[in-house]
């Protein structure tokens, strides 16, 4: 993917500096610009390449954090449920 950036000029006259857009092509990148500015003029147009992640998905590290994680799930899932007085209130129909 290739980072553009744009200076347009809208077309009730409006000057916008730093619009990025990520796409393939500048051709993509144009039509996805005018697509939210109808009828603009493009000023300027500046490439950037982005370099590409070379992070994998490591399955056992995930895994591992969410086995890590479970104690802390059932700790909010306990601090959110009402406490046993609601309970016996609301079942026998008084408050």
């Given at each position: 993917?290739?980072?553009?950036?744009?200076?347009?000029?809208?077309?009730?006259?409006?000057?916008?500096?730093?619009?990025?857009?990520?796409?393939?092509?500048?051709?993509d990148?144009?039509?996805?610009?005018?697509?939210?500015?109808?009828?603009?003029?493009?000023?300027?147009?500046?490439?950037?390449?982005v370099?590409?992640?070379?992070?994998?998905?490591?399955?056992?590290?995930?895994?591992?954090?969410?086995?890590?994680?479970?104690?802390?799930?059932?700790?909010?899932?306990?601090?959110?449920?009402?406490?046993?007085?609601?309970?016996?209130?609301?079942?026998?129909?008084?408050?």
């Amino acid at each position: 993917m290739v980072r553009f950036g744009f200076n347009i000029k809208t077309r009730t006259g409006q000057k916008v500096d730093n619009i990025s857009i990520m796409a393939g092509s500048q051709a993509d990148a144009e039509r996805r610009l005018r697509q939210m500015y109808l009828q603009c003029e493009i000023i300027e147009c500046v490439t950037q390449s982005v370099p590409r992640r070379v992070d994998t998905l490591d399955v056992e590290g995930i895994i591992g954090l969410i086995s890590a994680s479970e104690p802390a799930v059932r700790g909010l899932a306990a601090a959110n449920e009402a406490p046993a007085v609601w309970g016996r209130a609301f079942r026998s129909g008084t408050q």
